[in-house]
């Protein structure tokens, strides 16, 4: 029954019009009753298959890892000081998603793009960096981390990487971001392949591994499917630091002044943070 009227939405991930919910034509009561896990339920809505159990876990591992990173943090950060200014779930969880971006948890799918173009095109490690520098011109998404370095490794990408070594399939664009990350870290130690990078590139290889043309990567990347990982995952701190806010009752937060340069007469641009 399709010549119908012309509708202004299509959907084609869901239907709430029959007897239950479908996600992707299975009935809930099917995808319960196959024990189909929240990842797979990802793969479903966001990509419109279920995922091979390698996948699924995978982006289990994800959302297990990147759940919460301490209350220091952009995110977590925006999300108190607005929940001590007495909003409610919803406005604190979002004020720190909204800080989701290039250079907080949301560089995955920049590194994605970058490394997979210059795989693509058979850069030379150094050459790759150089290009960044100098026609690019901005920092590598995907390496780089204010506490982290070689001589403080980030558990979570090394479980990142043994996950993908152990379980995918193909492992190329992990292998040439780590070839990357020798380069960077030859110069400065706190330039690692950061989770954001490692997520981003492990994507990739997921991605090849599934046989997706690289057509379609290139526009999951570019929508911000990959991102999306992160926001996901990150959202389960957010809502554990607006709870933990209202739990310990905690007043409004005002800065200190005395961690605020007031500098008025000042002509000077300050471009780094103390
Ligand atoms: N590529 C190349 N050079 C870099 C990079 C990078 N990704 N990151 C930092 N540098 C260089 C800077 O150019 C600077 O060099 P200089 O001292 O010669 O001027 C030096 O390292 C210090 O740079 P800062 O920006 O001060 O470093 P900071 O510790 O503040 O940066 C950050 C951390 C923001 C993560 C940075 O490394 C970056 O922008 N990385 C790319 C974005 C990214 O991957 N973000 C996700 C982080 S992981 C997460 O949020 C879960
Ligand atoms: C995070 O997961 O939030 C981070 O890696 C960012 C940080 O500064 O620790």
């Not at 809505?45 to 759940?67: E, G, H, R």
């Amino acid at each position: 029954n399709k010549a119908r009227k012309k509708t202004h939405f299509v959907c084609t991930i869901s239907n709430d019009t029959k007897e239950e919910i479908t996600y992707c034509n299975m009935p809930i009561t099917e995808i319960v009753e196959k024990k189909y896990t929240v990842t797979d339920i990802i793969g479903l809505l966001w990509f419109k298959q279920k995922f091979p159990v390698w996948a699924s876990n995978f982006i289990d591992l994800i959302i297990k890892l990147t759940a919460d990173h301490g209350p220091a943090v952009s995110g977590a950060h925006n999300t108190r000081v607005t929940a001590r200014a007495g909003k409610d779930l919803t406005a604190s969880i979002a004020s720190g998603i909204l800080t989701i971006g290039p250079r907080f948890g949301g560089a995955i799918d920049a590194a994605a793009k970058y490394f997979k173009m210059a795989y693509e095109n058979k850069m030379e490690p150094e050459d790759f960096v150089e290009y960044m520098k100098n026609v690019e011109k901005i920092p590598i998404p995907g390496i780089g981390h204010r506490i982290k370095s070689t001589k403080n490794p980030d558990k979570r990408v090394g479980l990142l990487k043994n996950y993908v070594f152990n379980k995918f399939p193909t492992c190329k664009l992990i292998n040439y971001a780590l070839d990357v990350e020798k380069v960077t870290t030859s110069k400065k130690e706190n330039l690692i392949l950061n989770v954001d990078g490692a997520i981003g590139v492990s994507l990739v290889d997921m991605f090849w591994a599934l046989n997706y043309k690289n057509k379609d990567i290139d526009n999951l990347i570019q929508r911000g499917a990959f991102n999306a990982f992160f926001v996901i995952g990150r959202t389960i701190g957010l809502i554990g630091h607006y709870l933990d806010e209202k739990r310990l009752n905690m007043p409004l937060y005002r800065h200190p002044v005395d961690d605020i340069l007031y500098d008025e007469e000042s002509t000077i641009e300050y471009s780094q943070e103390v």
